[in-house]
């Protein structure tokens, strides 16, 4: 079961290496992230909506009574080319969802230093700042409107540095959390 934990400490410090990858893609080519990443989700849609459709109007069998081959391939690629034509706001959305996964993050690592805490490991207070300072982070994120993508970057930079301490901290600590369970 200790070798559980440690894999959840080793994850969380591979998404928050991919956190802070994207965040200096993002600082460095904002404007070109946000399209082809645009770009390639309304690309995937539009063919998958494309297969759908073809299938329905090629194989017989695809149109029974249960099957959504012709509605689902419309919806598909009406979102998909929306996705490609509204980039921009789709800008927005990925700052809410940024956000959500950081004050998410955030509330984790809040209640790991209080569970450090109890165990009396000495580096909860650590834990605690950098759990404040990831929940702050993403409230900051999610309600001022006027943040451009650069600093998006910057601040997924912050908080990916942060989470990779903090699993650090995790995973040499995690024996401290298992003796505490048994």
């Known amino acids: 079961m200790g ?9 969380t410090i591979f998404v928050s290496l991919i956190f802070l990858i994207l965040g200096i893609l993002l600082i460095c080519y904002s ?14 849609f539009v063919g998958i909506g494309t297969i759908k459709l073809v299938t329905y109007f090629t194989d017989k069998a695809s149109r029974e009574l ?5 509605a ?6 009406i979102f998909g080319i929306c996705i490609i034509a509204f980039a ?3 800008v927005g959305f990925f700052r809410i969802i940024i956000s959500i996964w950081i004050i998410y993050s955030g509330i984790v690592r809040l209640n790991l230093a209080l569970e450090l805490k109890k165990a009396n490991a000495n580096v909860w207070k650590y834990v605690m700042l950098m759990a404040v300072i990831m929940l702050l982070i993403g409230l900051l994120i999610m309600f001022y409107e006027g943040m451009i993508t650069t600093a ?3 601040v997924m930079i912050v908080y990916s540095v942060l989470d990779i ?8 600590n995690v024996h401290k959390l298992f003796k505490k369970i048994e």
Do not use: C, M, P, R
């Open 3 to 11: 070798s559980l934990f440690k894999k959840t400490g080793y994850i």
């Open 31 to 44: 404007d070109s992230v946000v399209a082809v990443i645009s770009y390639v989700i309304g690309g995937i």
């Open 66 to 70: 249960f099957s959504y081959n012709l």
């Open 72 to 77: 689902g391939g419309i919806v598909a690629v």
């Open 88 to 90: 921009q706001i789709i």
């Open 152 to 154: 998006i970057g910057t």
């Open 165 to 172: 301490i903090e699993g650090i901290i995790y995973t040499k």
